[in-house]
């Protein structure tokens, strides 16, 4: 058994003067036995029994002190163990065979939280507390094999409960003491501090944790990239250097070319059945290192696999694929079919083509036909006018002629029918770019004044009103029968749609930009249709209603804009629309020679 240290202290020697006095009592003995037995014993046999004494004497203090030397030995010894278990780094605790604490080292002390005296025979299970680290449950005592030779070895790990509460993760064994005969003395307990290990483990623990974490969403996404590559819906073909050998090629990329397109066969060998361009784009952009994106390839193969070959259309993009450094190490190639939209676009083309032809002939027909009217037409007005001037005023009664109003009445809607004819000329020359403008000075102001003095039976015969408000003289540079067209064209559309309500015109001078206004409140123009009404042919009326060709509109932004100025329309069903022209007074160089470019029909 291992004794506390206090127990482990050498003996208290007897005092100095104990010892004299009992040498000298001894002495006194000796003297006492000889006077005594002086009368029975001769000197000699006394010599003898004193010599006999000697050597009993002798021998007792030679074992006294061989005694005395064993316990000295078996002190320092102890002393010795003593120090070590109070000084080695781990911590030590000894019980005694009833499970009593007999020693703990400092260490242990300072672990368990229990101070030597203190633990000194206290219940092993109260000074020594061990949880289980998983589940935290108080650890079982276990049974000791009484094997002393056993070297100690720290191995089981437990979590140490502090006197204080405190959770210290430790290492620990435990080994049984005997005395020399054997038997049992009690046990010996080592323990450690391992919570930086115990940090380091759940540290790598966790390290491997997140690792394994990342490994498996490093597998999924591959899974996923994977699953993409292989059903992508485009064709994909990855080729390694200048002969493009197949890296990687997806199930919709092999069908594409048959079982040709295999991994580790160079591009060059399975041509056969592509466009000879293919191979060139490979070797462009291996070469130069540019991505070609979009390129339509035809293509012919085999696709159904029923020996029939037939020719589909693929979106084909080429990037260069390269490596770390940047260099290139192949091409990287994207295919989707696109045999639906191209065939679909070339119905669309096929149409508009059709289309355009259409159009072609309707221009041609409109005008070769105004060119046919306008000869007959401005003869027909010609005589209309020598005839009206061939006749006398007033009647033989004096009242007005009555064929001159007869001829009055035919000349309106010839008129009209000459504008009509003139409008529809001017769409040819506009398309043709030929509308040539012819720059001079030119009163805007003065210019609306003759207009509007020019239809006044219009404006009488449609029973509305005109307000004008040109004072001023806004003077700039521009073709006057052009801007004449433009003001009669927006004034008789004000008229016509102004439902006998007045019509209001202005001009005015803004900087140095003339701005004219047309204003109406008649009915109106949906705000869906501003924008179209400028084009061609394009009407917002019924044409049971309104008749017309949808063209006045359209020429007169032409010239507007061959001007170098813009109109536009305010405008809301019911509630009348103005047209505001801008116009600078100068045509700027730059501005657009009137071509009928339009994207219209
Ligand atoms: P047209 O008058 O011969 O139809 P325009 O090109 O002059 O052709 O006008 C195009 C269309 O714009 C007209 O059909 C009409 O729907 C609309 N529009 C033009 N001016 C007016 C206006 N002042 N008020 C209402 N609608 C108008």
Known sequence: MVSSPETLAPPPQPPLWARYGLALLATGLACAFQWLLSPWLSSALFAGVAALLTLVGSRLRSSLHEARAARASALAHRHALSVSLGSIGDAVLTTDSQGLVTFLNPVASYFTGWRAAEAVGQPLSLVLQLLDPASRQPLAPRALPHDEARPIQLGRQALLLSRGGAQLPIEHTEAPLSDPEGLPLGTVIVFRDISARFREDRERAQLLAREHDAHLEAESQRERLETLFMQAPVAICLTRGSDHVVELVNPLGQTLVGEHLAVGRSVRETTSGLDPNLLHLLDEVYRKGKPIVGHEVPLRADFSGSGQHEVKYFDLTVQPWRGHEGEILGTMALCAEVTEQVL??????????????????????????????????????????????????????????????????????????????????????????????????????????????????????????????????????????????????????????????????????????????????????????????????????????????????????????????????????????????????????????????????
Request: charged fraction near 25%.
């Open 344 to 601: 679909a676009r070339r119905e669309v083309e096929a149409l508009a083509q059709d289309l355009q032809k259409a159009l072609q002939i309707r221009d041609d027909f409109l005008s070769v036909a105004s060119h046919e009217l306008k000869t007959p037409l401005t003869s027909l007005q010609l005589q209309l006018q020598l005839l009206w001037r061939s006749l006398p005023e007033t009647d033989a009664h004096g009242q007005p002629h009555p064929a001159r109003k007869r001829i009055e009445a035919t000349r309106r809607p010839a008129e009209r029918l000459h504008q009509l004819v003139n409008n529809l000329l001017d769409v040819s020359r506009i398309r043709a770019g030929r509308l040539a403008l012819e720059h001079e000075t030119v009163d805007f102001a003065a210019l609306l004044q003759d207009v509007v003095a020019r239809a006044e039976a219009d404006v009488a015969g449609a029973g509305c009103q005109l307000v004008l408000r040109a004072e001023s003289p806004v003077v700039g540079r521009w073709d006057r029968l052009r801007l004449e067209q433009v003001v009669t064209n927006l004034l008789s559309n004000a008229i016509k749609y102004g439902a006998s309500h007045p019509v209001e015109l202005s001009v005015l001078q803004e900087g140095s930009t003339a701005r004219l206004t047309v204003k109406d409140h008649g009915i109106g123009i949906a705000p869906e249709s501003q924008a179209r009404i400028f084009q061609r042919f394009e009407r917002a009326v019924s044409e049971r209603h309104y008749g017309g060709f949808g063209l006045g509109l359209w020429i007169v932004r032409q010239i507007v804009e061959s001007l170098g100025g813009e109109i536009r329309v305010e405008s809301l069903p019911g509630q009348g629309a103005t047209f505001t022209v801008s116009l600078p007074l100068e045509a700027p160089p730059g501005a657009r020679p009137s071509s009928g470019s339009y994207p219209t029909v």
